[in-house]
């Protein structure tokens, strides 16, 4: 199948991988799909993208946990839980800052580089995330339904629209919440692309 993608939407398919890795995420999900469509240059999409919103910025921005959400440290509220369970939080910082030095539990561990990637400066790399970085299954049903809608819209190639309307077709959970917070109605948003196509044909 991915030898009917033209170029832009196999490039594509890579910028999803660097976006995640930009973002220090573990996985490719819609959203990194529908991110790195904004970023292409000159994709006919991209204007409608744009006239509804859409785009790197706010793209970026509703990755953004909302107001509450957790950053990754323990509260209060989070180590009374795990006393409740008999642990003690405080004494188990204490105990890993004593094995592994101040601040221990504050930062990741650093990731394992092959060495190709280290040597050849391949890609850009921020987080220091490095390797492959998987789909999750919501990003690869999107690749194979840009195939049905390709089909469907009697394409014999698989572009960036076609991978656009793959994203905009999904509906799990954490897709939609994602649209949520963009503030985008991905029906609306599906009906306009359809629409752009049409009067480009």
């Keep these: 199948m991915f030898e009917r993608f033209t170029k832009d939407a196999r490039t594509v398919v890579v910028d999803a991988q660097e976006e995640a890795r930009a973002l220090g ?3 490719i999900g819609t959203e990194h799909l529908l991110l790195a469509i904004t970023c ?3 994709a006919p999409v991209g204007t409608t993208l744009a006239r509804f919103g859409v785009t790197a910025e706010s793209c970026r921005a509703a990755f953004d946990p909302a107001p509450g959400a957790s950053d990754g440290h323990f509260d209060e509220d989070d180590a009374e839980a795990l006393r409740a369970f008999g642990i003690d939080l405080d004494a188990v910082r ?3 800052e004593r094995a592994f030095g101040p601040g221990a539990l504050d930062a990741p561990p650093p990731a394992l580089e ?3 990637r280290r040597l050849f400066g391949l890609g850009r790399n921020p987080t220091g995330l490095v390797g492959h970085i998987p789909f999750e299954p ?3 049903k999107v690749l194979e339904r840009s195939l049905r809608e390709a089909r469907t819209l009697r ?3 698989i572009g960036l629209e076609h991978v656009l309307l793959g994203v905009l077709g999904c ?3 954490a897709t939609a919440a994602y649209f949520r917070r963009l503030g985008v109605d991905p029906a609306a948003l599906r009906a306009g692309v359809l629409a752009d196509l049409g009067q480009a044909a």
């Design 114 to 116: 092959p060495a190709g």
């Design 138 to 140: 919501r990003a690869k």
């Design 25 to 27: 995420h573990t996985r």
């Design 171 to 173: 509906d799990d959970g």
């Design 94 to 96: 204490d105990q890993a």
């Design 155 to 157: 394409s014999d190639h």
């Design 40 to 42: 292409s240059t000159g």
